[in-house]
């Protein structure tokens, strides 16, 4: 009887695995895992196009144009604003479609996914020719005139930037140019020169009314010389007596003249400091000067300091005065080393 009981219980427990065998069978036959592949909007797609680089996945897209654009995107990006004529990479860039297996289990397509989502990279070098636009600038030629006054400028052409395109050979590594050759250049518009008059008349020391004005001296050494003095002292014509050292007295263009020799230091500190600031320089003829003028003494009652007068000597320039003003306020004293 025991061993009956025996037998049974065994029975009983083969028949209950036996069945939950079944069941468990039964309930696997009810699962059928979901194929797909989860898309960076949260869509569900069947199917992927994997955009690689040589043997480099680069990623996915959920359908064959957007394939596409992603690898025209890819070859734009580093390319960058250079025409590239005629080119190559050392890694195709292309794309094939994926199909999933129907056991493909769902945490595989997240996975799938979230590789899209990394935006995974690689090496890409473009060689190639790349064609460029250079500005060829514009140079600026100067021409003399007497149309104007010396110091002046004017611009007669403007001038104007030409054009030139530029072939290279060049590599591109990962959008960084590290290599470039220029091969060929090409002149499209020629370039046209900027013409600037400047100006070579000089200044005779007059005004508009005939009457002469002081003229600032820009010379720095042998004023004598000059063209600047030769032209400021030309603007007045003498042909009567010239005061010299065995000529102490003479009547000279503006009235008496005569002559003297003197520390002209004090002189000079006024005259600066009335804005002047001209060079002191004794001509060859032993007359003194004060930029481009003679110096003189005259009287300050018609003949103010800073005033330009004729004497014998050329244009003088009145920086003193003396007792002799007093008694003839035309009379002018002519500075000098004799």
Not at 26 to 53: C, E, F, H, M
Not at 143 to 153: A, H, I, P, V, W
Not at 318 to 323: A, F, L, R, Y
């Amino acid at each position: 009887m025991k061993d009956l009981l025996n037998n049974r219980y065994a029975t009983y427990i083969l028949l209950f695995l036996l069945a939950l065998n079944i069941v468990v069978v039964g309930i696997g036959a009810l699962v059928q895992w979901n194929t797909y592949a989860l898309a960076p909007d949260g869509q569900r797609i069947k199917q992927v196009y994997a955009v690689s680089a040589g043997e480099t996945l680069l990623g996915y897209a959920p359908s064959r144009d957007e394939a596409e654009e992603a690898v025209k995107y890819i070859i734009d990006d580093y390319v960058g604003d250079m025409v590239l004529t005629e080119g190559k990479t050392n890694l195709d860039i292309q794309y094939e479609r994926l199909k999933f297996g129907r056991h493909l289990q769902t945490r595989d397509g997240r996975e799938i996914a979230e590789q899209a989502l990394k935006k995974p990279t690689c090496e890409i070098v473009i060689i190639g020719t790349v064609l460029e636009t250079e500005v060829i600038e514009k140079d600026t030629v100067t021409k003399e005139t007497d149309e104007l006054m010396k110091g002046e400028t004017e611009v007669r052409e403007e001038g104007e930037d030409g054009k030139r395109s530029v072939s290279s050979d060049v590599v591109i590594e990962n959008g960084k140019v590290t290599s470039k050759k220029t091969i060929k250049k090409k002149v499209i518009k020629e370039d046209k020169d900027k013409v600037v008059m400047v100006g070579t008349k000089l200044d005779d020391g007059l005004n508009e009314d005939g009457s002469y004005r002081f003229v600032p001296c820009t010379v720095e050494e042998d004023i004598e010389n000059s063209e600047e003095y030769k032209a400021v002292q030309g603007a007045f014509d003498y042909n009567g007596p010239v005061l010299s050292r065995s000529r102490g007295t003479i009547t000279g263009p503006s009235g008496k003249e005569t002559y003297y020799n003197l520390n002209m230091s004090g002189c000079i500190s006024i005259m600066n400091g009335r804005g002047f600031h001209e060079p002191y320089w004794v001509r060859s003829d032993g007359v003194k000067m004060y930029g481009y003028y003679v110096m003189c003494a005259a009287g300050l009652s018609i003949r103010p300091k800073g005033s330009i007068v004729e004497s014998s000597n050329g244009l003088a320039i009145v920086v003193d005065t003396g007792g002799f003003a007093s008694r003839n306020p035309r009379q002018l004293d002519i500075a000098v080393t004799w």
